[in-house]
């Protein structure tokens, strides 16, 4: 299984991050033409080698046309959601951008006390924050990235000035996003995790120390700022996971039982907590006492996100109670990879044990989509595109 870790001494923002993906052996160019199809225009990106106090890192920069951007957009979620789905980006890609917005729009709600549909960014909205956003995703995806750690964040202190006034740092969308998440003081008065740099790390990672590995590349990402107390870099660590004990890991298992909300309620309940970065969510019907009916809400989930999903639960349901426990569990390696088929190329989802390919799932949006397209039961061709599937491995 391929690992990587984000070692994170002096922040993260999302350059930083880009930078690092980069520096361990991303290909520019073959992020370029990924995000180019995304309808946003009138940007360029520019990968250059930085020294950083002692450290060589790769600094990325997104430049924008100041003509064609002269008015900056205040898009909301659903302008930014709809640019990522007008796109061409690989499926887990797109998976992980739609999460990591959703997520920062929910975390601007909570800190101004709105909605996510009536949050509008400023700084995350803009061009260079979707291609940073965008861009980690998809630079994960082409690393063949299969499970991301990272270690504890520094927040730093003091005050920036932003849309909403002088704040403090760290500011109070990163701070809600930084819930759950190891933060530590450094003593460093400046901001050193953006809110596009939180969001990415704590909605892809798990938080805590680098797992065992055996590594194969290093890429230092560089952030703007040069200061001399500190080198202003960002670690990633690339390798292969070292044995079977790192096929554990710990999870969280969230649950409330309600008997008094209306069924249409669940729908929306399951789309927020997956968005926010459930692994999985499912309801049971129960008896409870004096035989009345219920449901049990089920929500698996990583340790540090359990805040997230608890006020979830609490504001999309009638609960006023939520118990969860840890659980250790195992999973089979795997890997999203394309293959060609009667119909084309078909994502599809490979699991190994022992380095043997015991699963083959094709991605069940683009069997249905076939299937509509060349007017046929979604079953027979499910079944003939994972028959081939199977050959082809």
């Not at 690092?20 to 990968?47: F, H, K, Q």
């Amino acid at each position: 299984m391929k690992v990587l870790y984000f070692d994170c001494p002096a922040g993260a923002s999302g350059d930083m991050i880009l930078g690092a993906l980069v520096d361990a052996g991303l290909s520019v160019d073959a992020l370029r033409a990924e995000l180019a199809s995304l309808p946003l225009g009138g940007w360029r990106l520019e990968s250059r080698p930085v020294m950083r106090g002692a450290f060589r890192a790769t600094k990325v920069d997104v430049h924008v046309d100041e003509h064609r951007h002269a008015h900056p957009h205040h898009r909301g979620l659903a302008d930014v959601l709809a640019i990522l789905r007008a796109g061409t980006l690989a499926p887990a890609a797109l998976a992980d951008a739609e999460r990591v917005f959703t997520r920062l729009a929910d975390a601007e709600a909570r800190a101004h006390g709105s909605t996510r549909e009536a949050v509008h960014f400023h700084d995350v909205g803009a061009v260079d924050a979707i291609v940073d956003v965008a861009g980690a995703c998809v630079g994960l995806a082409l690393l063949g990235i299969e499970r991301v750690h990272a270690s504890a964040l520094p927040v730093g202190g003091g005050f920036v000035d932003g849309p909403h006034g002088r704040i403090p740092v760290p500011a109070p969308g990163t701070a809600e996003l930084l819930r759950g998440w190891p933060v530590v003081d450094t003593g460093v008065r400046a901001e050193l995790v953006t809110p596009t740099g939180a969001a990415i790390v704590t909605t892809l990672a798990t938080p805590g120390p680098m797992p065992a590995m055996t590594i194969g590349t290093l890429g230092y990402g560089a952030g703007t700022r040069d200061p001399a107390e500190t080198a202003n870099v960002l670690r990633c660590l690339v390798g292969d996971a070292a044995g079977e004990a790192d096929d554990l890991e710990t999870i969280v298992q969230a649950e409330t039982t309600i008997d008094d909300m209306s069924p249409q309620l669940y729908e929306p309940l399951m789309e927020r907590l997956l968005a926010a970065g459930a692994l999985d969510v499912f309801l049971t019907p129960v008896i409870m006492k004096r035989s009345r009916p219920a449901v049990v809400v089920t929500v698996l989930c990583a340790p540090a996100a359990i805040d997230v999903m608890a006020d979830a639960l609490f504001q999309e349901t009638s609960t006023i109670g939520v118990r969860w426990s840890e659980w250790r569990r195992k999973r089979l390696p795997r890997e999203m990879v394309t293959l060609t088929t009667t119909y084309g190329p078909v994502p599809f989802k490979v699991s190994r044990l022992d380095g043997r390919v015991v699963t083959v799932t094709p991605e069940f949006a683009d069997v249905v989509r076939i299937a509509r397209e060349k007017g046929r039961p979604v079953r027979d061709v499910l079944d003939q595109v994972r028959a081939e599937g199977l050959s082809l491995l």
